[in-house]
């Protein structure tokens, strides 16, 4: 059972978030769902964690403002009875320079950017566990007076650490049967943490900050987000961002693709308000039956490609390939951007982003630069 108004203060404390009021529909489809991501013999259970985030999101209306969708399936020229989907539409396509100069695809965008708004959360599942780990590091007199920004940059420097020492990493939580680490195997994570660090060349006064908050959980008994976990599972499943997204907009209705074992779980770990009234406003549809499930298909697909490229890509790619793009490629960048920028003006929470903040800050650097590219 989860407490809807004890997560409330949370989320206003950590991103400055407020009820705007408004009520919604929101329609979600995925896009990289790992399902259960574990740590085994060979390392991971399914490695494209490292670099393919999983990404939860499609488009949303206001809830007097629906829009019809049939005009939009018609236009795209489908055969009867046929389900647009990302994996058709795009052919296979790969990378976000082949997606965005997709024909159609402005058929879409356009169509989105006049009648809808577009919604993401965005999940690095190796983050997402940084952010227990200095959590549970963090859970003292002194560092519970720290401010946020502090906290952030220990998970951000932590993380790079870690990604540069990876496979050093995942040896530290076979033996302690990371993330569910207790007794003895405390003192063990945490000298393979300072470890870490240590590997880490040139002085970094925030990584020594947080070297010596490991060395005083050394001696703690409790790691107390790293404990009641089953052992070696980064992530069990997604299910808690939907119940997120439902508990932000709890005013609004929530409609996600199909997955039976996160309705499973929704529904045995279920909503409730202090008065006791459980918060029922999802329900789970087959996207066949529901055409805004399925742009919101085509949408989160381009999205998650649009992330990971500019995360991921050096500046000399970004540019040759904006450079390289035909003019529905322009056309179509230039829209998505104008849908971005829309949605992100609607609602803080609209788009969520779990990702290191040097990531973010690239994102955002290379956004700006990609339209600057796009103006010349």
């Known amino acids: 059972m989860i407490n809807v108004e004890e997560f409330y203060p949370v989320i206003e404390k950590l991103h400055g978030y407020k009820d705007n009021g408004k009520k919604y529909i929101f329609y979600y ?39 019809d969708s049939k005009d939009l399936i018609s236009k795209l020229g489908l055969q009867s009875n046929q389900e647009l989907k990302s994996r058709t539409f795009f052919r296979g396509k ?79 939580c076979k033996e302690t049967g990371y993330p569910n680490v207790t007794g003895e195997k405390i003192r063990i994570f945490c000298k393979g943490l300072i470890d870490i660090i240590d590997k880490e060349h040139g002085k970094n006064n925030t990584l020594e900050l947080l070297k010596q908050l490991i060395k005083e959980s050394l001696y703690n008994n409790d790691l107390i987000f790293l404990k009641y976990n089953e052992e070696g599972t980064l992530m069990e499943s997604f299910y808690s961002l939907r119940q997120q997204r439902c508990i932000i907009f709890k005013n609004s209705v929530h409609i996600f693709d199909k997955e039976i074992i996160d309705e499973k779980k929704m529904n045995e770990e279920y909503m409730v308000f202090n008065d006791g009234n459980k918060l029922k406003n999802y329900k789970f549809l087959d996207s066949k039956d529901e055409t805004n499930i399925q742009i919101s298909d085509i949408i989160i697909y381009l999205i998650a490609k649009y992330l990971n490229f500019l995360s991921h890509c050096s500046n000399k790619v970004v540019d040759n390939d904006i450079k390289a793009l035909n003019e529905i490629g322009r056309d179509n960048l230039n829209t998505l951007i104008q849908i971005i920028d829309k949605s992100n003006n609607e609602s803080i929470f609209f788009i969520e982003t779990v990702n290191s903040r040097s990531i973010n800050l690239r994102r955002n650097i290379m956004s700006q630069h990609i339209e600057n590219l796009l103006c010349i």
């Open 94 to 172: 790969n990378t976000f320079k082949e997606c965005i100069q997709h024909k159609k695809l402005n058929i879409i965008l356009n169509w989105v950017l006049n009648n809808a708004y577009i919604h993401y959360a965005d999940i690095d599942v190796i983050f997402f566990s940084v952010i227990d780990i200095v959590e549970s590091v963090c859970n003292n007199k002194i560092a519970k007076l720290f401010p946020r920004d502090l906290i952030e940059m220990f998970e951000d420097e932590l993380y790079c650490a870690i990604m540069n020492n990876f496979y050093f990493f995942l040896d530290i």
């Open 29 to 67: 489809d995925e896009t990289n769902n790992y399902r259960k991501v574990r740590i085994t013999k060979k390392g991971l259970s399914n490695f494209k964690v490292l670099f393919d985030n999983y990404t939860l999101g499609g488009i949303c209306f206001k809830k007097n403002n629906q829009k």
